[in-house]
């Protein structure tokens, strides 16, 4: 089948309901893949989510099975998918990897397995049902940019046997494989590039900044700055997160989008910023820059926004208060 096309220009067209659709999530008991769960279940969809809690939390499979919409199958996505020969399934979110850089060195092959062969499972699944297929790639793919701001086109720089490599590779291969099943079989694909993104159903001690800034802030404790603190990232709130995934899987076009909010902070600065934000007593130390560390990082948007009204909406000061609730809430030791 030829690649089909789709129409890059075309605005999005968002449902004004997902009642009737079966939505499949892939890591659902993760972060991001939780929250947007959540936002299906709410606009009325049925949920099957998937996940072997390598890194999810089963605290976000408990909140979410007070929808009676959501199904839940604990399993390994890279070994075998559950039977879903008499399923009606619409959509097929691949939203399944570890994505914080502790877990490149604790856990890199199951990093590569479940971007090859987990996509390959789910986009086959997606054939097979003709249902729309969404992969969740990485502004990681543009490794230690050469290039700032990052936009779609820039093709990255990246060290393919670094400490990072598993993951950038793995998402590269997994983006390659995506357009690959567009091109060959017709099926019908998105691609994004998420950017750093925080909040709530984060785990306390997955090791990425945020998290790990509020973990210590809360407790008085020094704030670990890798490096001197100049290096960039800029930081997305989940909601907003979600709002741009759900714009991406109802527009017309199957390159990549990136995602995230555009507003750029060094790290040191981040630390002061949560340090005041949490009226925290904590100093900061700073620690050795890992290898490879990218030094810079910023989405250009104008990709999306060209065809959509995807506009972040929450501020640092209240995306941080709202994480720093969360983690309060449901302890900040897991
Ligand atoms: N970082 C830091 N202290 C920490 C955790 C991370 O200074 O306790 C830095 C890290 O070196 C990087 C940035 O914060 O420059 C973002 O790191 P993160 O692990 O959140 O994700 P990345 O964007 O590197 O994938």
């Known amino acids: 089948m030829s690649e089909i096309i789709i129409d890059p220009k075309r605005r999005v067209e968002l449902p004004a309901t997902m009642e009737g659709k079966t939505v499949l999530i892939a890591g659902a008991a993760g972060f991001v893949p939780s929250n947007v769960a959540e936002f299906y279940l709410k606009l ?199 709002n741009a995934i759900h714009n991406v899987l109802f527009s017309f076009d199957p390159t990549p989008f990136n995602i995230g909010n555009p507003d750029e902070y060094t790290v040191i600065d981040t630390a002061r910023f949560i340090i005041d934000a949490l009226g925290s007593k904590s100093k900061i130390v700073h620690l050795p820059l890992p290898k490879d560390d990218p030094k810079r990082r910023r989405p250009v948007l104008d990709k999306l926004q060209a065809i959509s009204d995807y506009k972040p909406q929450v501020s640092f000061k209240d995306g941080i208060e709202k994480t720093a609730k969360y983690f309060q809430e449901h302890g900040m030791d897991y």
């Not at 086959?124 to 490794?143: I, P």
């Not at 400490?163 to 690959?180: G, Q, V």
């Open 44 to 242: 009325g969809a049925k949920v099957i989510g998937l996940d072997n809690f390598i890194t999810g939390s089963r605290i976000n499979v408990t909140l979410l099975s007070k929808y009676e919409k959501f199904e839940f199958h604990e399993c390994n996505v890279y070994e075998s998918l559950p039977d879903f020969s008499n399923t009606k399934i619409d959509y097929i979110l691949s939203l399944a990897s570890p994505a914080s850089p502790i877990d490149f060195a604790k856990i890199p092959l199951e990093i590569m397995r479940v971007n090859s062969e987990g996509t390959m499972k789910l986009l086959e699944l997606a054939k097979e049902k003709g249902a729309r297929f969404l992969e969740a790639s990485t502004s990681e793919v543009y490794g230690d940019p050469e290039i700032h701001p990052q936009k779609e086109d820039y093709v990255g720089h990246v060290n393919p046997i670094g400490p990072r490599s598993c993951y950038d590779e793995a998402k590269r291969f997994a983006e390659a494989m995506t357009m690959s099943y567009h091109r060959k079989y017709g099926v019908d694909t998105r691609i994004i590039r998420i950017f750093n993104t925080y909040g709530p159903r984060m785990r306390p001690n997955d090791g990425r900044v945020i998290p790990n800034f509020i973990n210590q802030a809360l407790k008085n404790e020094d704030l670990t700055v890798y490096g001197d603190g100049t290096q960039t990232r800029s930081f997305c709130f989940v909601s907003d997160l979600v």
